[in-house]
């Protein structure tokens, strides 16, 4: 599966973020985000489908939610 993922600042947003996918039907999982993404140590992120990472990301805008940005990792 071709995944993509959705990076945010904290566990706590983390959460949030996966709370509102899964009230959309977006299947989602917290991941601690690889160290080839980030140079700044702890951060997190949503793993999503690539064909679904659009789609959860419009999500999250539209609900407010904060996230950084969308990784295609494939």
């Known amino acids: 599966m071709k995944r993509s993922l959705i990076t ?30 980030t140079d700044s ?9 690539a064909y679904d990472a659009t789609r959860a990301a419009h999500t999250l805008d539209m609900s407010g939610a904060a996230y950084r940005k969308v990784i295609f990792d494939g």
Do not use: F, H
């Not at 983390?14 to 690889?34: E, G």
């Not at 140590?41 to 489908?49: D, P, R």
């Open 8 to 37: 945010v600042a904290s566990m706590t947003y983390a959460i949030k973020a996966k709370r509102i996918l899964d009230n959309n039907m977006i299947p989602s999982n917290i991941v601690k985000l690889p160290q080839k993404y």
């Open 41 to 49: 140590g702890c951060t997190y992120a949503l793993e999503v489908s």
